[in-house]
């Protein structure tokens, strides 16, 4: 008898667990899968950590990037050495300096570290007065020199602004363009696969030659032909507005093609056509039978869209049509690497491509880990 009873105990067991996932919310079920792709919370760190940077850009860059000092500057290497060998446990950096000899070959000055004045580096350390958030007014870095001296880990470009600032700071209008343009792409590019995918017929018929269309257009002419109408001497916002008003108009096509496909396929599932049969409004059949399966799909195509984005303001950049200055962008950056001559010369001037590749990388492993989160097989 107390054997029974001890397997009927563990019968109970197993039933009361397997009631308490079947009844845990998907929310929760899809988060407890994703956090088994490593690649996926690799990507979710990293992407926190973007955002964090562009959020609070001022406070991570270490220098003012509208500063200027001497131009096309190398970078300087931290080193936990002294000017004699010696081993320290303060990191610091060396500035380059004239040693007083001329190359053999080009008769140039031969440049080297001054090793006599050491930068030591530090954290939260006081450098360029900024105001976060635009109101409060603050001079603390996260990282820098103690004394208040330059410094360039990734080098200076042209004009000798600190290219690791720049960088930092132009992932907030990078990131913030992406996040603009696959925000209205997926409100409108659901919204149209809906009603489309939903009602059929004649509408259906119409949208989907209207989408045709838009997604016939040779996006690379049209970017740079709408982008050249706009007035040089145009403020930057307008400028910027525009920008993410074309790369919207000739994204949302795709995704509403999308979101079409999956509203076809829910619109004939069994609760569907039993809350059509029941007098259920078309309104509350889309907002709350079809929408919610549709979302799955829509995270994950937001996700990957997004650094398709990135690199689309990367390339209008580096041709001059998406940012002007004063405002910073990493595709903005790139435009100094127009010659191959320069990029011979001075390669740190590439480092804004680092920046891309992780943003890229980052959304890219994200939806990876989503999608197979999200997939119910």
Known sequence: MVAVHGSETEATVV???????SNERYAALVWRRFRRSITGMIGLILIVMLVLMAVFADFFAPMNPMETHESFSPPQAISFHDKDGNLTLTPRVYATAETGELDPVTFQPVVGP????????????????????????????????????????????KFGRDVLSRAIHGARISLAIALSVVTVVTVVGTSVGLVSGYFGGAADAWIQRFVDIVLAFPQLPLYLALTSLIPVTAPTNVFLTFVVVVMSAL????????????????????????????????????????????????????SLQIPTVILLESFLGFLGFAVKPPLISWGLMLQDTATYSVIGSYPWILSPVAFVLVAVFAFNALGDGLRDAVDPY
Not at 15 to 21: G, I, L, S, T
Not at 254 to 281: C, P
């Open 114 to 157: 001054d090793l006599e004045h050491p930068r030591l580096l530090g954290f939260l350390v006081k450098g360029a007065e900024y105001r976060l958030f635009g109101f409060i007014s603050m001079d603390r870095h996260f990282f820098g020199s103690t004394d208040g001296q330059p410094v360039h880990l990734l080098g200076t470009d």
């Open 15 to 21: 039933d009361n667990r397997q009631k308490a996932h």
């Open 251 to 302: 994204g949302w096509a795709q995704m509403s093609r999308e979101v079409r496909g999956k509203t076809l396929a829910l619109a004939r599932i069994e609760y569907v056509r039993a809350a059509i049969a029941v007098g259920a409004s078309d309104r509350r059949i889309i907002f709350q039978h079809i929408l919610p399966n549709v979302m799955s799909h829509v995270i994950v195509a937001v």
